[in-house]
């Protein structure tokens, strides 16, 4: 099946001396991994290690075997350049985090063109806005009602937040949050891309980050601390 399709790029793993595997999130056809021969060489056959940074969006017209393989570009291109993400230390430290935080999240091959629609706006409100200290906490929230564990609102007037069962409650259990952090968790909800974004100060991100990944590695079946979440959390120390 030949398939033309935006895709964001959610890693690249070099193979060998001049190859990558790159794994990405299409529109079309969801999680596919590709095989780039001669990524690393020189010349006309080459292609541009700049297409494959992490989170870049891409247009890409490939065949589809759908064998459970590696796939082939037919023709690659940047379907949208960024002017700010990889330019910018701490957008480009967001990036790499907010990648291996998808890599590791999209176990199954989601086919849905909302979830694609949104994490396409979100990167490119990234990529044009200053104020962007809480993008990756607001995004791993949002991502929680497409990987099937948003938060249930309904119970956010208790005062503790289980994780296992994704709800607020006023019975404490060790799956739960104590009233400080779901007071910040709280807060969190409410916050939206284009809301004040200093509501937070960088004592409450580190504390809200651990509590994402803790509530991530509940629901998502072998779900891995992104190896850059240290260098993230070093980032916003200051």
């Not at 030949?2 to 193979?15: M, W």
């Not at 001049?18 to 991994?33: A, D, M, N, Q």
């Not at 891309?193 to 590695?217: H, P």
Request: charged share 25%; proline share 3%; net charge negative.
């Amino acid at each position: 099946m030949q398939i033309k399709t935006k895709a964001i790029v959610l890693s690249a793993l070099k193979y060998q001396e001049k190859s990558l595997i790159v794994k990405c999130f299409t529109e079309e056809v969801g999680v596919v991994s590709f095989f780039v021969r001669n990524a690393f060489a020189k010349g006309k056959s080459a292609q541009k290690m700049a297409y494959f940074q992490p989170l870049t969006i891409l247009d890409l017209d490939f065949t589809y075997k759908n064998k459970g393989g590696l796939e082939y570009f037919k023709e690659v291109k940047v379907a949208q350049v960024y002017q700010d993400i990889y330019y910018n230390y701490n957008k480009n430290c967001i990036a790499i985090f907010v990648g291996e935080v998808l890599h590791s999240a999209f176990r199954e091959p989601v086919v849905e063109k909302d979830f694609f629609a949104f994490l396409e706006a979100a990167l490119l409100w990234f990529d044009t806005h200053d104020e962007v200290a809480n993008f990756h906490l607001i995004l791993m929230l949002e991502l929680t009602k497409y990987f099937g564990f948003y938060p249930a609102v309904d119970t956010q007037n208790s005062l503790y937040f289980d994780w296992e069962e994704g709800v607020f409650t006023n019975r404490f259990s060790p799956c739960c949050f104590d009233e400080e952090p779901t007071f910040l968790f709280k807060k969190l909800l409410d916050l939206g891309f284009s809301t004040d974004q200093k509501v937070f100060n960088n004592r409450d991100r580190k504390r809200l980050l651990t509590m994402l990944i803790s509530y991530y590695e509940q629901h998502l079946n072998d779900f891995r601390k992104p190896n850059s979440l240290e260098v993230l959390k070093e980032v916003f120390s200051n």
